[in-house]
């Protein structure tokens, strides 16, 4: 095989696939695409949202086949799996950042789902059962075989498909966003697993847009942009910026926008005594032309509290007043009527419709502005969609497009868009950039900043503390559904926000 590879890795691949290429109709996913993968070696695929990662991670699992392209497994040519289950067969298996496990059975039917041992039809449970508790007990996991997967942690439903991933021989490993949903200590969990996986000769593929763990798990990464390949390199070859650059085709020389600072004059919100099963005696103010941050590790109950103030989960206390004006809640549509807009963390299951369009998916929450008689008048609706589709910056041929086949980027901004659409006065957003590459979190970031600068009250709930540092002028810090302090000023640090949340 020619060399087209910058970097001289001295094993023999398990995987190359060379020049790949992928169209839909008249769009082309993948304009020529490299990776390899070495046993015992992870390495790191980067990109933005759109760049062709999940495109390139289908085709590698036998979910669709590619173009035209080289496909090598094992120093043999392939055309590619016919479909998921062959690329199982050889050893391929993928943890989503989504996962995907059915949630009303046990652990134990999980680990085996479609792989049962049986004999003359007969499930051999207790085989099965000393097989699993072996591969949890390698894995050093506590989890109860017995449990059912719904009652699970996002971080233990992870661990348990990566123990479906041993159990099936997986010979390379794709991990997709593992930490999106995961706290700092399952985080660091999850890559000591990763390193036991690397050090059994596991081949790994690492996709995260957290450029931080890149160096703590991977040996190698590989770039990809437009579906373009742009290289292949040494995990310290590149600094961070040069990383990004690469990734994104220009320079970002700031990350977040220039922070400016409110007077605290004009108070836009405020929530007195806000209590239920989630919270206790919530009481905050949001003032206009200021970001609030609300910060606190997993089970802070931080969504829980304004999920409560929307109407989602019942109060059994408190007052929610807004322009100096009080609002009984008790629904998300009076919620949004009254002008308070609350962003999901989950997008997809929460926030968006994903087999309708975009021009939908806009549209949802100011159908009254559109509608007249019951009916939607479909030139508004579109013409609403194109506005901000531009606004945006949402990368689409057509507001047709379903809003599932679109990249997790993009979808961000859907919801985004969805929610300025409803010209709210008060939006709070959650996780507003889980899942979301460096680029596109600028421009996340810098439309969230146009917000306040419109005279909307922004509330950002993040786990991220570098970008609740990066965006907020006071932040205030929640355990176990209780406010514990507020930081603001000089005082607004990683160590003061971890010293009162643990």
């Known amino acids: ?31 020529g695409v490299n990776l390899r993968a070495f046993e015992g070696i992870a390495m ?35 055309n590619g799996f016919k479909n998921v289950k062959e690329a199982e067969q050889v050893g ?47 894995l050093k996991l506590d989890i109860n075989l017995n449990e059912l997967m719904c009652n699970l942690t996002i971080a233990e439903q992870q661990m348990v498909e990566i123990a479906k991933a041993i159990l099936r021989k997986s010979r390379l490993i794709i991990f997709d966003e593992p930490t999106s949903s995961l706290s700092k200590s399952e985080s660091e969990s999850l890559f000591e697993i990763i390193k036991k996986l690397k050090k059994d000769n596991i081949a790994i593929f690492y996709i995260s847009h957290k450029l931080e763990e890149i160096p703590i798990i991977c040996d190698y990464i590989t770039i990809i942009r437009d579906g373009n390949y742009i290289g292949e390199y040494l995990v310290n070859e590149l600094n961070e910026d040069e990383i990004i650059s690469k990734m994104v085709g220009r320079e970002i020389t700031e990350k977040y926008p220039l922070k400016d600072w409110p007077t605290y004059n004009s108070k836009i919100l405020s929530v007195k005594d806000l209590s239920n099963e989630f919270v206790k005696n919530i009481s905050f103010d949001l003032y206009k032309d200021e970001i609030l941050g609300f910060s606190g590790l997993v089970g802070a109950q931080r969504s829980e509290l304004f999920k409560s103030l929307i109407g989602l989960f019942s109060k059994a206390s408190g007052r929610v007043v807004l322009n100096n004006k009080e609002l009984k809640l008790n629904n998300v549509t009076k919620s949004i009527k009254n002008g308070i807009y609350y962003v999901t963390e989950d997008r997809k299951n929460d926030g968006l419709l994903l087999d309708n369009p975009i021009r939908k998916n806009i549209s949802l929450s100011s159908l009254k502005k559109i509608s007249m008689c019951g009916f939607v008048n479909l030139k508004k609706e579109r013409k609403l969609a194109s506005r901000f589709i531009s606004k945006m910056s949402i990368k689409t041929l057509s507001a047709e497009n379903s809003v599932g086949s679109m990249s997790g980027g993009n979808q961000q901004k859907v919801l985004l868009a969805k929610a300025f659409a409803a010209e709210p006065k008060v939006i709070v957003f959650d ?72």
């Open 1 to 31: 095989m020619e060399n087209i590879f910058n970097v001289n890795i001295q094993n023999d691949p398990l995987l190359v696939l060379k020049d790949i290429k992928k169209s839909f109709g008249n769009v082309i996913a993948l304009k």
């Open 44 to 78: 790191g695929i980067l990109g933005e949202n759109g760049a062709g990662k999940s495109t390139l991670m289908n085709i590698l699992s036998g979910v669709i086949q590619k173009t035209s392209g080289e496909f090598f497994w094992q120093g043999k040519e392939k």
């Open 92 to 138: 391929i298996s993928i943890i989503h950042q989504e996962i995907a496990c059915f949630n009303d059975m046990t652990v134990l039917d999980n680990v085996f789902a479609g792989h049962e041992i049986s004999k003359f039809g007969f499930v051999n449970y207790q085989k099965q059962k000393k097989l699993a508790k072996n591969i949890l007990l390698t």
């Open 431 to 502: 996780e507003p950039t889980r899942g979301v590459d460096v680029g596109s979190r600028r421009e996340i970031y810098d439309l969230i900043y146009e917000a306040k600068r419109n005279g909307i009250g922004v509330i950002v709930i993040s786990s991220d503390l570098p970008e609740i540092l990066g965006l907020c002028n006071r932040v205030i810090v929640m355990r176990n559904g209780r406010i514990i302090t507020e930081i603001e000023g000089e005082r607004l640090s990683p160590e003061e926000i971890m010293k009162h949340s643990i």
